[in-house]
């Protein structure tokens, strides 16, 4: 374990009950929210109908029945 394991925890923890950018790098002492986000902060989940417009267009399955058919 190191600390920059410690770091990336707390970010995540952070991030994941609601912080902005600014908070979060208030906590990690950072001056721009930049810092926080591009080293500590994830990604969040797409917008499902994103998906399911490049799966319409391609011609994949759609929503809930891509995990349909993998339970099959």
């Known amino acids: 374990m190191t600390s ?3 770091r990336k925890t707390a970010a995540t923890i952070l991030d994941e009950a ?3 950018a600014r908070q979060v790098a208030d906590q990690l002492g950072y001056a ?13 989940l797409v ?3 994103a998906a ?4 319409d267009a391609l011609g994949g399955p759609k ?3 891509a995990e349909d058919d993998e339970v099959e």
Request: glycine share 10%; aromatic share 6%.
């Open 18 to 20: 609601g912080l902005s």
């Open 32 to 44: 721009r929210p930049s810092m926080a986000q591009d080293t500590y902060m994830g990604r969040k």
């Open 4 to 6: 920059h394991v410690f």
């Open 63 to 65: 929503g809930d029945q």
């Open 52 to 55: 399911d417009a490049l799966e």
């Open 47 to 49: 917008d499902r109908r």
